[in-house]
């Protein structure tokens, strides 16, 4: 009945195939990571925490090591502070014009308003004082005459300069073309006509009589005028006045000179 009881009953026998399914359900809901820890807390774990302490052991070891230069270094340093404070002080105290008391603050009073001292009334004896003081000197007043009359002589001088000068005048050359009313005018009659036309700024030049056609001559003449004085208008007005002779005037050449 024993015997019977045992084979019916489930003890669990077969716990390491619990253990082993949740371990895979944990190493499937936490990734690789949950499975290398779990497996470092194997039998291999302990060489990997000896490898870890040896690490550790070098690096303290070069820390302190760097410690102790960084500590020969900071000494280094504070002496030669320690020096250059010596010598600061030793110039200090050999400068002539050193104090060693610290400098005193100096306590500023609020502003007030100062007012501008009264001017006292100046006696009739001060005023006769500053009256004989001439501050420019009779030097100065003379030497301002002298300039003024060189300034006047030289302005007069050039005023009579600019007055002997020569103006220019403007001029103009004319050729003129006088025509008869025939071939049978007396073209040396018609010529001692235009001729004596005698204006100021008009002076006749040469002359030639020049064929036209059928006969006929006409008067070529030459003459200078000042422009100021004598135009064209003028000059045709004066020969058109002997009406027996000439018929018409004619502008053939005008040239300013």
Not at 71 to 97: D, F, H, M, T
Request: proline fraction near 5%; hydrophobic fraction near 35%; glycine fraction near 6%.
């Amino acid at each position: 009945m024993a015997t019977n009881f045992l084979a019916h009953e489930k003890i669990w026998f077969d716990k390491f195939k619990y253990d082993d399914a949740e371990r895979r359900f944990y190493e499937q809901m936490n990734g690789p990571v949950a499975g290398a820890s779990r497996q470092s807390s194997g039998p291999g774990a302990s060489s990997g925490t000896s490898g870890d302490h040896s690490e550790l052991v070098v690096r303290i070891a070069s820390l302190e090591v760097e410690n102790q230069s960084l500590r020969g270094v900071v000494q280094e340093l504070q002496q030669a502070i320690s020096k250059l404070e010596a010598r600061l002080n030793v110039l200090e105290k050999s400068s002539p014009g050193h104090r060693a008391t610290a400098p005193q603050t100096q306590h500023v009073s609020p502003m007030r308003q100062v007012e501008p001292p009264a001017k006292k009334p100046a006696t009739p004896a001060e005023d006769d004082e500053d009256d004989d003081i001439d501050l420019f000197g009779s030097d100065n007043e003379e030497e301002d005459k002298e300039a003024a009359q060189l300034r006047e002589e030289r302005l007069r001088q050039y005023a009579e300069k600019k007055a002997k000068k020569p103006a220019l005048v403007a001029k103009s050359s004319i050729l003129l073309d006088v025509k008869p009313w025939d071939d049978e005018t007396d073209m040396a009659q018609l010529e001692a006509c235009v001729r004596s036309i005698q204006l100021d700024g008009l002076v006749w030049g040469a002359s030639k009589l020049v064929p036209v056609g059928y006969g006929i001559r006409k008067l070529q003449i030459q003459c200078v005028v000042e422009d100021d004085k004598v135009g064209t208008d003028l000059l045709e007005e004066e020969i058109t006045k002997f009406e027996e002779h000439v018929q018409s005037v004619d502008i053939a050449a005008f040239n300013k000179i």
